[in-house]
C-alpha cells in the first residue's frame, strides 16, 4: 500500500479553513498543523505576562493580544498564533478581516515539551524575520528561566537569559521591566 501524499494548501484555503474552524491550526509550508491544549502552568505564566504589559502600555500607543490573535510571517507565508504579541503605532492587518498581525515589535512564546524544538528553531529563524521585530521572550514553564532576544540591527540579536541569578527583564522597545516573581507568581514548579 502507498502513501497518500499530504495536501497543500494555499494560504488563501488556510485562511478560509481556519476562519470557519472552532480550534486553532497554524499555516507553515502548505501544511494546516492543529494547536495542542496548554498546560495551567503555561496559562498561568501567559496571563501573569500579559495583565502586566497590558497594565504597562495601558496609557500607550501599543496593544497586547493574547494568543488567539494570528500572526503572518509574510516572507514565509506562515501563520502561527505566538502566546503574546505587542504592537506600537499603528496595527497593520493581513487583509480586511483583521485576525492576522504583520509588525509586532514583542514577541512571546511560553515553551511547551511538544513545541520547544520547533519554538527555538524555524518559528525563532521566522520571526527574526519580521522587521518591526525589536523583542523575543522564551519563558520556560517548568522553571524559572527567560532567554531574551533583543534586536541590535538587521542580523544581530543579544540574548540575555533571566534566571533567580537575574531576576528582572527589561523590555527596552516598551520602557518595561518585569520581575521574575511576576511572571512565575502562582506557578507550582518542582524545585
Given at each position: ?86 504592537v ?12 492576522a ?26 520571526y ?32 540575555s537569559?533571566?534566571t ?28
Amino acid at each position: 500500500m502507498t502513501a497518500q501524499p499530504e495536501r497543500v494548501w494555499s494560504p488563501e484555503e488556510y485562511l478560509a479553513f481556519e476562519r470557519a474552524s472552532e480550534s486553532k491550526h497554524e499555516y507553515i509550508n502548505g501544511m494546516i498543523i492543529a494547536m495542542a491544549g496548554a498546560s495551567a502552568a503555561h496559562n498561568i505564566i501567559t496571563g501573569n505576562i500579559f495583565a502586566r504589559l497590558h497594565r504597562h502600555v495601558q496609557d500607550r500607543p501599543c496593544i497586547v493580544f493574547p494568543s488567539d490573535m494570528r500572526l503572518k510571517t509574510a516572507p514565509h507565508r506562515t501563520y502561527t498564533y505566538p502566546d503574546i504579541t505587542v504592537v506600537c503605532g499603528s496595527v497593520i492587518y493581513d487583509d480586511d478581516e483583521q485576525d492576522a498581525l504583520l509588525n509586532p515589535i514583542v514577541l512571546i512564546e511560553v515553551l511547551s515539551p511538544s513545541t520547544e524544538v520547533y519554538d527555538r528553531g524555524k518559528k525563532s529563524q521566522r520571526y527574526r524575520t519580521i522587521p518591526s521585530l525589536r523583542e523575543y521572550l522564551l519563558v520556560a514553564q517548568d522553571s524559572q528561566h527567560i532567554e531574551h532576544f533583543v534586536r541590535y540591527s538587521e542580523h544581530q540579536w543579544l540574548l540575555s537569559e533571566i534566571t533567580r541569578d537575574q531576576p528582572t527583564i527589561h523590555l527596552p522597545s516598551l520602557e518595561c521591566t518585569l520581575l521574575l516573581a511576576d511572571v512565575y507568581a502562582k506557578v507550582p514548579l518542582a524545585e
